[in-house]
């Protein structure tokens, strides 16, 4: 077992409640990965894929009900409905906890259940945690190995520490969507997951403790625990800006973070080092200065639109070690999936297990996708070629810039920044984007989805807003706040920006403004770049679409503030008065106040 006496209770427990045949304790060897992935595979949890094309790399396949994150079956279980706030589900603890238990009770009979000790952040930094997770799914300790610092140093530091972890639970059951439950106990440190086997519903470390519990613990105790991408862009000089950047899932975040420069670009010697593709843990150094570290090891990307021209540093890292879930299995046990590198195979098995080909339509008339829109990647961090050397430093890595986006055919210009701190809590407090495949719902619907934090964060979001900006007043100098929209279109639904590694001309417009190296145009949104600052060579750009891509209409404004106010709404009189202040502030600079 364990010296730990709380961990050893809690697990104790744990196994009087879900019964398992056999517990075991991982340790991360590559002995162990050798055999889960033994069983797995004899099993048909998952698949075995050519070991001589994709060296050490598998297959899964979700049940079909199971393909991405259940938002309204996620709930934050708090003493007080009130600190859950208006955007989370609330449950009360004791009606969640019986839920839970009554589900998962007994579930374990016949199966095995896996002790996993992991750390969110490098071992023993102040910045990081430490997790438990128990779980009966071999597909989850795999991915958790992949995900998470999972070694031996982890419980060591625990039992020497006898130190706090998060208690997390999660079992398959039955994969019965009418009794899923993914529960967060943010007093108890504690996450129960049941009846689901999706890596955002299970990999416990990562969206329900790196976000959800982890904001709250945050909260309590000074820091920031974000959504965010970490990147670092080294100018021709050698010099290196870190930024941190929010937007909504499957809008650009892995991309972005392992940007390849273009080449107009690549000839003034710029390089791009990747922190983190996903999450971000912010403090205030002691010289008063915001710091991040990428919590996580691996990274859970989106498969389908990734190719060597979207993002080919993703791609060079999809070689060895990879577990492949929903994708389409091609029959030389390699791997394909929509807007992929070509050819398009010609037959293959789909993601729910049927045989394919392309152009095939259901009875409805759609064309049935090989990969679930949806499907995703675990890669090893170590892996992607733009790695940062400074990955495992504890205190991680200066923060000059945030920045907020989201897809916006309209309103939004292509970059602007903050007129202020508050200003900028007030940018990403409204952000508004397109529904992804990532989340659970119509797609292409619009939503407010503040600082891409909706599903995640754990606490009262107006609270949320105050401890940023409670935490922006002790930074000396807070980062610069930007918003950028790479998808803005003409009135054909035509993209205006090539995106991409063309991002990088207004990563670099960025950099220079938070180094005061650039002028910019004071606009009734924020500052904005002159024309002849963002830097085209090499691209072959017509200067009306530059014009369509900055200009900034008053009735589409005056529409969002709308939206905005119903937005705001619902926090009612909590919503702190630096916001509603901001908001007056705007209303007035474009003539309405």
Not at 106 to 127: E, L
Not at 454 to 462: E, Q, V
Request: contains cysteine.
């Amino acid at each position: 077992m364990t010296k730990h006496k709380k961990l050893a209770k809690w697990i104790k427990e744990c196994v009087t409640l879900c019964q398992p045949d056999k517990v075991v304790w991982c340790d991360s060897s590559e002995a162990e990965r050798k055999r889960l992935g033994k069983e797995a595979y004899h099993t048909g949890e998952m698949l075995k894929l050519d070991q001589k094309k994709l060296p050490g790399c598998s297959y899964h396949r979700t049940a079909i009900n199971d393909v991405a994150r259940t938002e309204k079956l996620t709930f934050i279980c708090s003493q007080n409905k009130k600190d859950a706030g208006p955007t989370n589900n609330w449950m009360d603890p004791k009606t969640a906890y019986k839920k839970a238990y009554d589900i998962i009770r007994g579930s374990m009979k016949g199966r095995t259940m896996y002790v996993v000790p992991f750390s969110m952040g490098p071992v023993g930094s102040p910045f990081s945690k430490i997790g438990v997770e128990l779980t009966d799914s071999i597909y989850v300790v795999l991915n958790m190995r992949i995900m998470t610092r999972m070694e031996k140093a982890v419980l060591d530091h625990l039992e020497k520490t006898q130190g706090e972890f998060t208690k997390c639970l999660h079992g398959k059951v039955d994969i019965d969507i009418n009794n899923r439950l993914i529960l967060h106990f943010p007093e108890d440190n504690t996450i129960i997951s049941v009846n689901s086997g999706y890596g955002g519903n299970v990999l416990l470390g990562k969206k329900c403790l790196a976000l959800r519990i982890a904001s709250v613990l945050g909260r309590d105790e000074g820091w920031m625990a974000e959504h965010m991408l970490i990147m670092g862009i080294e100018d021709p000089s050698g010099y290196i800006a870190y930024v941190a950047a929010a937007f909504p899932s499957a809008c650009g975040k892995t991309n972005l973070a392992m940007l390849v420069p273009p080449q107009g670009l690549k000839k003034k010697g710029y390089r791009i080092w990747t922190v983190g593709d996903d999450i971000a843990w912010m403090k205030i150094d002691s010289d008063g200065k915001l710091w991040a570290i990428n919590p996580e090891n691996g990274l859970f990307g989106v498969a389908p639109g990734t190719n060597s021209k979207t993002n080919p540093n993703m791609m060079a890292s999809l070689n060895k070690d990879v577990i492949f879930t929903n994708v389409l299995l091609k029959q030389d046990k390699t791997v394909w999936w929509e807007e992929g590198d070509p050819p398009i195979p010609q037959k293959g098995t789909d993601w729910k297990g049927n045989p394919w080909k392309p152009g095939q339509h259901d009875e409805n008339g759609k064309i049935i996708n090989g990969a679930h829109p949806n499907a995703r990647v675990t890669v090893p961090i170590q892996n992607v070629p733009t790695i940062t050397n400074r990955l495992e430093h504890h205190h991680g890595v200066p923060i000059s810039a945030i920045i907020f986006g989201g897809r916006r055919a309209s309103v939004a210009p292509l970059v602007y920044e903050s007129l202020t701190w508050e200003h900028g809590v007030f940018v990403g407090s409204t952000m508004a984007s397109e529904r992804t495949a990532a989340q659970f719902g119509k797609q292409g619907e619009v939503r407010r989805d503040p600082m891409a934090m909706l599903p995640f964060c754990g606490y009262n979001m107006s609270d949320y807003f105050k401890h940023w900006i409670k935490l922006g007043k002790k930074m000396t100098p807070p980062p610069r706040i930007f918003n950028v929209n790479w998808f803005r279109k003409d009135e054909d639904g035509n993209f205006l920006w090539p995106g991409f590694g063309e991002n990088l001309r207004v990563l670099e417009w960025i950099m220079r403004r938070c180094r005061g190296q650039v002028d910019a145009r004071k606009t009734t949104i924020g500052y904005v770049p002159h024309d002849y600052d963002i830097d085209l060579t090499g691209l072959k750009f017509q200067p009306d679409k530059l014009k369509q891509l900055f200009s900034i209409s008053k009735k589409d404004w005056e529409v969002e503030i709308e939206g905005i106010k119903n937005f705001y709404a619902k926090f009612g009189k909590e919503l702190p008065k630096e916001l509603g202040h901001e908001l007056k502030e705007l209303e007035k600079r474009l003539g309405k106040g």
